[in-house]
């Protein structure tokens, strides 16, 4: 419950009345989606559903559509001071109340909800029973109605994430339906605030640090040791200072994490938006930003971002294999990803100036930062796809200006921005993802001057040997890298000192990358420098030899996953596991394996890892595997890679169908069922297990899901590379 340390201070006089603006244009490209609230199957789906609109610097706003934060990744506004990292919770919520008349004890009905600690956690106000419906495209919102002491109003509440800048929009519209005219209305809006990073949580104990200058139509909240500060403005609500404390907020989904989830929020005063006796209707804005900036032109700013969605799937259709047109179900799908798509592509400061000169891709909201392995896998779907080549190539220019000894960057820390390179597989994609941008004719300047000399530059630190043991077998020319202490390939989990995947020495989709970059950069290079193309055709197929004889396990008509150095002693002992990462041997370009291998390859992923919603890290009959992706962290990260399933690796299994049936028509319809269900989540489409609506996060798919049925959607609820290869794929299928 919350425990104010001070009473709310009376409202000051209203801002003199102006007529009322007309609603900004939606955005028709982005797929609308919307939640009913008429009874408590409804109540559950909108605590449990989550919504998310993101501002194109790494900054965000996300909550869950009943408006109860549950993570402390859940506010109205996350921006990124350095975008697009150092996130702030800015302003993490709203509590908002009517009065049925304008005196100060005139009786207020509260129209928000969240849930706080105690001995039976506890939803509070009781806003919920008033919510109507919640209702998304490129911005959210909620109707409620209230009906009470003969007075019938409807309260619309609009939230809109302004493109390109740290700032919201919350416009809220008073509708007179019936009562009363003669008597005003008054709606209170008073902001919760934290002002930390946000992977933290805030307590009281830092309530002398807070500060609050203001009056009129705005104000300023401080916090001593953060630059960030959050600038309130309104156009006809009046500010009233009187601080108060609001305690022991619970975040439910974190509490399922096994994590820390009570915080202390911090209010700054109250705004007050007043409805005039005979007024029918009136809507005021509330905008909330990081600089003290003017209000913004919200029209503009989503028409803008209506104008980028439209090009974006105007370009995604063109890419279509097929020249018939798209059917209906295509139509949807392509929409509904190449709006999730837009919201992954982010600028990045560049070092040293930190003007916004370069792109890069946030890996998934709401706690991951740009990774250098999911941005080279996610460039094709979200960027080449969907015809953002200049952001192609700056970020392909980001990352090749950070690598360092061959490496490109593994991830930028979230904090300070400064790159990681503990990464085997990332430098590969970046070769296919550089090499597709060629392909997709991109710039030729940037190509011939800065990416073709990069990905030679990692080819030769691969061959002589370069960091974290990242080095190619002069024997069989496989690459091999790191060592028991290290987690070099995309199954990294390790926590509190214990690695759950060791797979150091030569693994399989390393290996299959390996061959795979090596092909088409022989083939990109081959006019500017045909010598070179040919003597890396020449070592692709040495690697495909060592490759076959390397890691086909004939007992099992499959390929081992990594082969391991055997202690004190030569040679490598097979791991038998039984995973997707041989699935890359079939789905990349330039399989090094024999056709038969490749069916039989493909036949036992389809039948012991395919789930509907992604392919699962281990095979279920493995003694190590975990069939549901729950508990604590340590749980969850054993879980990560030991049987929980990952949506992405959809893609290169119906890119691998695709390929290995020789893009016949049976082949499509299979690769389309693979596809069929996670599309359907993502649209909202019912199912036998949870019924109608959405699921996780709606218009996204998420990162992982348990290994087992009911599936649920679990880790990250927006993952970049779910949505990049659900686009790209779905791209060759329609």
Known sequence: MPSPASSSAKPSKPAALRRPEPPPPKALAAPAYRLEASGPADL????????????????????????VPARRYHGLLIAAATPPVGRVVALNSAVESLALGPAPDAPRIDLSTFRFNGAEPVLHPNGLARLLRFEQDTTCRW???????????????ELHLLDRMNAVQLRYRLRRLAGDADKGLD???????????FHCLNRKAWSDRFSV????????????????????????????????????????FDAQRGQDCLEDLFSPGEFTLRLPAATGEITGVLQASTDPVALIDASRDLASRRARLDSMRTAAIRQRKSTTPPTPADDAAISALTAAADAFVVARASPGTGELTQTSIIAGYPWFADWGRDTSISLAGLM???????DARRTLLAFASHRKNGIVPNVFDD?????????????????LGACAFRKAGGDRAAWDGHLAPACLDIVSHYRRGTDFNIAMDPHDKLITAGTS????????????????TPRHGKAVEINSLWHAALCELADAIHDSDAAMGAHLRDLAGTVARGFRTAFWN????????CLSPIDGGPGWHPSPEIRPNQLFAISLPHSPLTIEQQRSVLAVVRERLLTPFGLRTLDPADPNYRARYEGNLFERDRAYHNGTAWPWLLGPFAEATLRVGAFSEAAKRDARAALAPILGEMLGASDRTTGPGPRGCIGQIAEVYDGNAPQRPQGCPAQAWSIAEALRVTLLLS
Request: with cysteine; charged share 20%; aromatic share 12%.
């Open 44 to 67: 559950d789906r909108l605590l449990s559903t989550e919504w998310l609109l993101t501002n194109g610097l790494g900054g965000f706003a996300m909550g869950t559509c009943a408006g």
């Open 143 to 157: 109707v409620y109605e209230v009906r009470e002491s003969g007075a019938a109003v409807e309260i619309t509440k």
């Open 415 to 431: 904090r300070t921005g400064e790159p990681s390179y503990n990464t085997v597989d990332a430098s590969l994609w970046f070769i």
């Open 213 to 252: 200058a203001g009056s009129g139509d705005s104000a300023r909240v401080a916090f001593d040791g953060q630059p960030t500060q959050l600038h309130l403005r309104s156009d006809w609500a009046t500010f009233a200072a009187g601080p108060q404390w609001w305690f022991d907020f619970l975040y439910e």
């Open 384 to 390: 080449l796809s969907t015809g953002r080549l200049d």
């Open 554 to 561: 004939d007992a099992s008509g499959c390929l081992y996953d």
């Open 485 to 500: 202490a290290t987690q070099l390939t995309w199954m990294d989990a390790k926590r509190d000192g214990v690695t759950f």
């Open 187 to 197: 709606l209170h809006i008073r902001p919760l605030v934290s002002l930390r990073d």
